[in-house]
């Protein structure tokens, strides 16, 4: 059911380089969400964006940057990631502000920072 | 502060056997309610949702949840598991009054032996 794409899957790299996550979706979306998922934690909102060209930082602090140039794509980016980065990242989209609406949830991208 | 709560981490049944797993939020005025799944490797999806009417649902494979307003409740059941409902279950909470975001518990993780 969900058309929204996350590469990489898995990425391990070590202390200091950039890195950004990719993630696309082909449902036309407006709404668009990064999480950051921990084991036994409750995921965390780290960014969304209610549109292109609108970005807003969520409840949990991140060093992560995002953008949103186009409606389906809503890259992360890590300038420089250190150990404490190492979590899953999941993103996910939503229609908008309607009543009852679902998130669509990629395959998430698991990041190992050595 | 607003939460959603979620009691049991880690759940082991034997099939057959009857489920249900505790959600609590903390979150005033209209709430929208979810619990998402997530089957070992995949993406988190959909189970079910309330945002109103008959606060009893029903989800997809015989899953169903009741929101309790007065007890701030939305907890999950299913009348006999199987194998195949071997999980990590979310609970969600979706608030009008913190601008319409996502918020989760930290998961139960269900075992379900055969």
């Known amino acids: 059911e969900a058309d929204i794409y996350q590469t990489p899957r898995y990425l391990v790299i070590g202390t200091g380089k950039k890195i950004t996550l990719e993630c696309s979706q082909t449902m036309g979306h407006d709404k668009m969400y990064w999480y950051q998922q921990d084991p036994g934690m409750e995921l965390h909102l780290i960014h969304y964006?209610?549109?292109?060209?609108?970005?807003e930082k969520g409840d949990l602090s991140s060093e992560s940057t995002v953008s949103r140039i186009r409606t389906e794509h809503f890259p992360l980016t890590l300038e420089s990631a250190r150990p404490s980065h190492t979590s899953q990242y999941l993103c996910?989209?939503?229609?908008?502000?309607?009543?009852?609406?679902?998130?669509?949830f990629g395959s998430g991208t698991q990041l190992s920072v050595l | 502060a607003q939460s959603v709560s979620q009691h049991n981490h880690h759940v082991i049944l034997s099939e057959a056997a009857s489920l249900e797993l505790g959600c609590n939020y903390s979150?005033?005025?209209?709430?929208?309610l979810f619990w998402y799944v997530q089957y070992p490797g995949q993406h988190l999806q959909l189970l079910l949702k309330y945002f109103s009417g008959d606060p009893l649902v029903k989800g997809i494979k015989g899953f169903e949840a009741e929101f309790i307003k007065s007890k701030f409740s939305f907890n999950l059941r299913k009348p006999s598991v199987q194998w195949s409902d071997t999980a990590e279950y979310f609970c969600?909470?979706?608030?009008?009054?913190?601008?319409?975001?996502?918020?989760f518990g930290t998961g139960t993780s269900l075992t379900v032996i055969p």
């Open positions: 969600a909470v979706n608030a009008r009054n913190t601008g319409n975001q996502f918020y």
């Open positions: 964006s209610y549109g292109v060209n609108s970005t």
């Open positions: 979150y005033g005025g209209t709430v929208n």
């Open positions: 996910a989209s939503s229609e908008g502000d309607r009543v009852g609406e679902k998130l669509f």
